[in-house]
């Protein structure tokens, strides 16, 4: 026991010290030698804003959510609650399934997104952005973060999933979701190989573009098969990757990006805009 504590300490000071910033450089560095699309806005605007909206995020589930998805399925496991807690089945494989089903709820989460209109206000934030690159992985706004974690936690509750295949995922997606939104030019070949697997940068682009054919699909977050499966992948896009519309087509100032206007765009009085009109 005290191992396993031990191992998922160090797995969470993973996720949240120095694994994140040394992706992000890394990836940046990546981007500016080796660039899919061309770059227009500052980098520094870009930065500080995608940071700033970061920072916002981690204070705000400090104050709203201070119980984390680990320590809720250790709550889950003592108090019995979910399929797996009343079942025999080795650790190694309640870890795997774990990090599997937190993605597939990912994958719903993110398709029911797209489709109602409350949960569109939230996850739209995502898709302001005219360019597309690594900072493009920190802005989601504080309310769609926290609407994926309550489907992680009705998974949890209901199935009884495991706490070190919680932050396992929680690492896994902290290297994929940096991945994916590089702007980066990679080998086609080995793309289409990566993408049976996981989420690529050139698989996710399309998810952003402006489109509404293509923003409504390539919906996987880490694992790309749900895509797949529920008949939501895309391919390619329409337009090249390094010349497709990023975005979406109401919002092509990039003032939008501000910081103070990604977290107030889910309360703007404005009706609600489908993604790709």
């Known amino acids: ?3 396993i504590i031990q191992k998922l300490s160090y797995i969470n000071w993973s996720i949240n010290g120095i694994l994140p910033i040394a992706l992000l450089i890394a990836i940046a560095i990546w981007e500016n030698a080796y660039p899919c699309r061309q770059r227009v806005q500052s980098q520094l605007y870009r930065w500080s804003n995608m940071i700033a909206i970061r920072i916002a995020g981690k204070i705000a589930f400090r104050v709203l959510l201070p119980v984390t998805m680990a320590g809720f399925a250790e709550y889950c496991a003592l108090h019995g609650y979910g399929l797996f807690n009343h079942v025999a089945i080795p650790v190694w494989l309640l870890t795997i399934l774990t990090i599997l089903l937190l993605d597939f709820s990912g994958y719903l989460v993110h398709a029911a997104a797209h ?8 996850h739209q934030t995502h898709h302001l952005d005219t360019e597309y690159d690594v900072t493009t992985a920190l802005r989601t706004h504080p309310f769609d973060d926290m ?18 295949g919680i932050l396992y995922y929680a ?16 080998w086609d070949k080995l793309d289409r190989m990566l993408r049976w697997f996981i989420v690529t940068p050139n698989m996710h682009r399309i998810h952003h573009s402006a489109e509404r054919k293509e923003n409504d699909s390539n919906y996987s977050t880490h694992f790309s098969w749900w895509d797949r499966i529920f008949g939501t992948y895309t391919a390619y896009p329409a337009q090249s990757h390094a010349t497709m519309k990023i975005g979406l087509h109401q919002f092509r100032d990039p003032a939008e990006i501000r910081v103070d206007r990604l977290l107030l765009r889910p309360f703007h009085s404005k009706e609600y805009v489908a993604p790709g009109k």
Do not use: C, P, T
């Open 115 to 122: 489709q109602n209109q409350f949960l569109w206000r939230a």
């Open 147 to 164: 609407l994926n974690m309550i489907g992680e936690a009705i998974f949890i509750f209901a199935l009884g999933l495991n706490a070190e």
């Open 171 to 186: 690492v896994i997606s902290g290297v994929i979701v940096k991945f994916s939104h590089a702007n980066v030019e990679i």
């Open 1 to 3: 026991m005290d191992y």
